[in-house]
């Protein structure tokens, strides 16, 4: 039996808090919002980083330039429930986000279409003739359990060899005959000239950015915030009642069962000035480089804030195993290891536990909203 309460004993108090929240990212955010909001609680939210937002959190560089310290952050959901919600606290600006891939000397569309067929290649097949030639090229796989047999079977050996082996081996320190195939079934195919990343219904950015976002919304009276404040160091000194956990899932519990493996990235952060007569230096918001570099993308701000500013910023990324804790590793014994922690979780009934890191899943922000939304209405459910 878990022994929370005794190594956490949680003084309660008419003037303490009736929820305690572990992480001011999307899940703890939303959490607090509708706590205080809506169900009249007194929330306090901790976060160890020394600002709130999580890994969304943004902020102006030293030049002015509105930036994302933890990567490129793009909102995208068919959700209408996640988009009304984030509507409360945020005007939008449209934007649709589009990557090319460096490859064989040309900047090429991703996620592969009918464009970057005809330009690897130097043909000119229309949408019905790349359907056959994709017939033509796919490997017959019986069974399709990994990443790489996610790509072979559907665009064949060269294209999987040019635009995602590299690309796959760089990211996770893993061959795509290792990984899941969940992690590439994810990028489409298109045999249209769509050559938007996303396409879902809802596409845009928070218009002052995503940390104006939880700012506003965090400002209700019945929310307190303590940044750069790690929840072991105040855990047994606050009254509170219930525990909201958003952290990684395995570190909660002391890594009793072992240690969860996570991807981490180092971002290098550049300010430059565009050639005379432009604006940017790229000429979409990303630029992937699955074969040369060590870096695996690049990414220019001002794409996707539609900043106004004389000088631009990117982020290049590299991809790291130790670090902060980014991507949950999505290989079959790190789910078996996670559902140890989880059948843990569940047998606490005064910590409640949601997110990314919590739940060792590869989330987009619009689901780990949803997840919050959803989560909340359980809490608080008679
Ligand atoms: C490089 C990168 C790019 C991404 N791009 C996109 C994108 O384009 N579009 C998209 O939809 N999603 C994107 N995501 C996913 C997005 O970042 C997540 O879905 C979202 O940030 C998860 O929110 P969260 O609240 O679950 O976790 P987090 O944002 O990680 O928040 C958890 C918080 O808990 C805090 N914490 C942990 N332990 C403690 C502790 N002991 N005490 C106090 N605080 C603690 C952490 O400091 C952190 O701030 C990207 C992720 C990465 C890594």
């Not at 990567?71 to 996640?82: D, Y």
């Not at 590299?166 to 079934?185: F, H, I």
């Amino acid at each position: 039996m878990h022994t929370f309460k005794s190594q956490f004993p949680a003084p309660t108090g008419a003037t303490g808090y009736d929820t305690l929240i572990v992480g001011a990212g999307f899940a703890g955010s939303v959490i607090a919002e509708r706590l205080a909001s809506q169900a009249g609680q007194r929330v306090l939210v901790v976060d160890k980083r020394p600002h709130i937002g999580g890994n969304a959190h943004d902020r102006h560089d030293d030049a002015g330039l509105l930036v994302h310290p933890y990567g490129p952050h793009i909102f995208h959901t068919n959700s209408a429930e996640v988009f009304g919600y984030l509507s409360q606290f945020t005007e939008w600006r449209p934007y649709q986000h589009r990557v090319l891939a460096s490859v064989d000397g040309q900047l090429l569309p991703m996620p592969i279409n009918l464009d970057t067929v005809n330009r690897l290649y130097g043909l000119s097949l229309s949408s019905f003739e790349m359907d056959d030639f994709l017939a033509r090229v796919a490997e017959r796989v019986d069974g399709v359990r990994t990443s790489e047999d996610v790509v072979v079977s559907r665009v064949g050996r060269d294209l999987y060899t040019k635009f995602f082996r590299g690309y796959t081996r760089k990211q996770w320190g893993l061959d795509p005959s290792e990984l899941d195939a969940s992690v590439t079934a994810r990028v489409p195919t298109r045999t249209s000239r769509d050559d938007r990343y996303f396409t879902d219904t809802h596409q845009a950015m928070p218009l002052h950015g995503y940390t104006r976002m939880f700012e506003r919304m965090l400002a209700h009276p019945n929310i307190h915030v303590m940044t750069g404040t790690d929840y072991r160091d105040i855990v047994h000194l606050l009254p509170w009642k219930h525990m909201v956990y958003t952290g990684p899932i395995d570190t909660f519990f002391d890594h009793h069962h072992g240690q969860l493996p996570y991807r981490s990235l180092a971002f290098e952060h550049v300010t430059v000035q565009p050639p005379a007569g432009q604006a940017t230096v790229q000429p979409v918001g990303t630029v992937n480089h699955p074969n040369d570099h060590l870096y695996t993308r690049v990414t220019e701000f001002k794409h996707l804030t539609g900043q106004r500013h004389e000088a631009t910023s990117l982020v290049y990324e590299y991809s790291r195993s130790q670090g902060d804790p980014y991507y949950p590793v999505p290989r079959a014994e790190n789910t078996q290891l996670y559902r140890r922690y989880e059948a843990d979780a569940e047998a606490l009934s005064d910590v409640t536990f949601v997110g990314r890191l919590a739940s060792y899943k590869y989330y987009n922000m619009d689901q780990v909203v949803a997840q919050s939304l959803a989560t909340f209405k359980r809490m608080v459910q008679p």
